[in-house]
């Protein structure tokens, strides 16, 4: 059974940092990209970041280049994201999910967690 969960969110301040892990279980994780998708209260889900399965490409949102990384390591079958200078539009559900193709569509990806909720204050 394909599990992904991830953990890490909370309430912080605008300019606070954040460390959002996904542990994935009940696949061969290190045979796909994972990514980082988000979703604030009425609007869609937005793509954030994702990964190469060996760790060597990434790939980001305009909106959070520069500001977070994303990294993995297979060998504790998790992917993280690294947030900093957070800002209040960060605000919103944080979902990590696994796809064979490295791109920013959601509708390519196979495997979703359940979120984790990130909160900016201002």
């Known amino acids: 059974q394909v599990q992904l969960v991830e953990s890490g969110g909370g309430l912080v301040q605008a300019g606070d940092s954040l460390r959002l892990s996904c542990a994935a279980s009940?696949?061969?994780?290190?045979?796909?990209?994972m990514g980082w998708f988000r979703q604030a209260p009425g609007k869609e889900r937005e793509f954030v970041a994702a990964?190469?399965?060996?760790?060597?490409?990434?790939y980001y949102a305009d909106s959070v280049k520069g500001r977070f990384t994303i990294s993995r390591d297979n060998a504790k079958n998790t992917v993280y994201l690294q947030m900093n200078s957070l800002k209040p539009e960060d605000t919103a559900v944080y979902y990590c999910?696994?796809?064979?193709?490295?791109?920013?569509?959601?509708?390519?990806?196979?495997?979703w967690g359940q979120g984790t909720q990130v909160t900016v204050s201002s």
């Open positions: 009940g696949y061969t994780f290190s045979t796909y990209v």
């Open positions: 999910a696994a796809s064979y193709n490295m791109n920013a569509r959601a509708s390519d990806y196979d495997y």
């Open positions: 990964i190469s399965w060996s760790g060597g490409r990434t």
